[in-house]
């Protein structure tokens, strides 16, 4: 299965929500591998705690392989090189966790129809070998959204294929709300280039699932929170709601949402279960990936959103 990371901007929590749910999905026993595709700035290796990793490999990393100066590209057993000594371990029946870094150093370029073929050859490569794989796109329109829809478009794709996965993310925020509806509807959005690439837009629209990242709750403020916060909270949740329903960003497109977590926000790193334990992340976090991982995979829930 090919999942599809994107947002409108940075800052969305894309990658490390990715990071995270490629992670819960290894818990579960598939094997999985993280491809960052966000060439200007393939940042995955900081989130995984692999510091040769932070900004990309030096050479032959995704990049290097499109552009065709690699045969294959450089990837690596999560477990095996991070620096996290609480994450090496492999828990019993979980799967494989892999990734394939982006290049230090690199950055868009134009699309041509060769790295099309060669975006098409690795989802194959990945496809065989790994249970699900997701791919993090670069934020906005890029090359790396318009090749990754021209790789896995029904022109291209066997309808006999593993399903294809969405994911649009998007701060829980008025600008980001209006942003991301831009980016999936707008002129020259998400859903023009995949018709361009030979998605039906209704079709492609059935792909897509929206994830709302650092959502606050009641706990905002504070434990010493006083009823005007509570209540601006409350109204400011309800305007958004509304705001996101008029941008057709509404609950029929909604695949998750992620709590206002401070590992997230200061660290963005994959939260462990043992980082529940000691109190140092929410139950509700890792309970919201959970459930995310459990709606990516299983087609019912997924289209039961």
């Given at each position: 299965?090919?999942?599809?990371?994107?947002?409108?901007?940075?800052?969305t929590?894309?990658s490390?929500?990715?990071?995270?749910?490629a992670?819960?999905?290894?818990?579960?026993?598939?094997?999985?591998?993280?491809?960052?595709?966000?060439?200007g700035?393939p940042?995955?290796?900081?989130?995984?705690?692999?510091?040769?990793?932070?900004?990309?490999?030096?050479?032959g990393?995704?990049?290097?392989?499109?552009?065709?100066?690699?045969a294959?590209p450089?990837?690596?057993?999560?477990?095996?090189?991070?620096?996290?000594?609480d994450?090496?371990?492999r828990p019993p029946?979980?799967?494989?966790?892999?990734?394939?870094?982006?290049?230090?150093?690199?950055?868009?370029?134009?699309?041509?129809?060769p790295?099309?073929?060669?975006?098409i050859?690795?989802?194959?490569q990945?496809?065989?070998?790994?249970?699900?794989?997701?791919?993090?796109?670069?934020?906005?329109?890029?090359?790396?959204l318009?090749?990754?829809l021209?790789a896995?478009s029904?022109n291209?794709?066997?309808?006999?294929?593993?399903?294809?996965?969405?994911?649009?993310f998007?701060?829980?925020?008025?600008q980001?709300?209006?942003?991301?509806?831009?980016?999936?509807?707008?002129?020259?959005?998400?859903?023009?280039?995949?018709?361009n690439?030979?998605?039906?837009?209704?079709?492609?629209?059935?792909?897509?699932?929206?994830?709302?990242?650092?959502?606050?709750?009641?706990?905002?403020?504070?434990t010493?929170?006083?009823?005007?916060?509570?209540?601006?909270?409350?109204?400011?949740?309800?305007?958004?709601?509304?705001?996101?329903?008029?941008?057709?960003?509404?609950?029929d497109?909604?695949?998750?949402?992620?709590?206002?977590?401070?590992?997230?926000?200061?660290?963005?790193?994959?939260?462990?279960?043992?980082?529940?334990?000691?109190?140092?992340?929410?139950?509700?976090t890792?309970?919201?990936?959970?459930?995310?991982?459990h709606?990516?995979?299983?087609?019912?829930?997924?289209?039961?959103?």
């Amino acid at each position: 299965m090919m999942v599809f990371a994107s947002s409108d901007k940075g800052g969305t929590g894309r990658s490390v929500t990715s990071c995270n749910l490629a992670y819960r999905l290894s818990l579960l026993g598939y094997d999985v591998a993280y491809l960052d595709f966000d060439f200007g700035s393939p940042t995955a290796g900081a989130i995984f705690e692999i510091s040769s990793l932070e900004r990309g490999t030096a050479e032959g990393g995704l990049h290097s392989y499109i552009l065709g100066r690699v045969a294959k590209p450089m990837r690596v057993d999560i477990r095996a090189v991070t620096e996290r000594n609480d994450m090496k371990t492999r828990p019993p029946g979980s799967g494989k966790l892999m990734l394939y870094p982006g290049d230090d150093g690199g950055a868009e370029f134009a699309l041509t129809k060769p790295h099309i073929k060669k975006a098409i050859a690795l989802f194959e490569q990945v496809e065989r070998e790994f249970d699900v794989c997701i791919v993090d796109l670069s934020a906005g329109r890029s090359s790396a959204l318009d090749m990754s829809l021209q790789a896995v478009s029904p022109n291209v794709r066997p309808r006999s294929a593993d399903p294809v996965r969405w994911l649009l993310f998007h701060r829980w925020t008025t600008q980001h709300v209006i942003a991301a509806s831009g980016l999936l509807f707008g002129t020259n959005g998400i859903i023009s280039c995949a018709a361009n690439a030979g998605f039906g837009a209704s079709e492609f629209t059935d792909l897509v699932r929206t994830i709302r990242t650092a959502v606050p709750d009641s706990t905002a403020f504070g434990t010493n929170a006083v009823p005007e916060q509570e209540a601006w909270l409350r109204e400011s949740d309800d305007i958004l709601k509304g705001l996101a329903k008029t941008r057709h960003l509404g609950q029929d497109l909604l695949a998750g949402t992620t709590p206002l977590e401070p590992m997230l926000l200061w660290r963005e790193q994959v939260i462990l279960d043992v980082d529940v334990k000691r109190n140092l992340a929410k139950q509700a976090t890792t309970d919201a990936f959970d459930k995310l991982a459990h709606k990516v995979i299983n087609s019912h829930a997924w289209e039961g959103f």
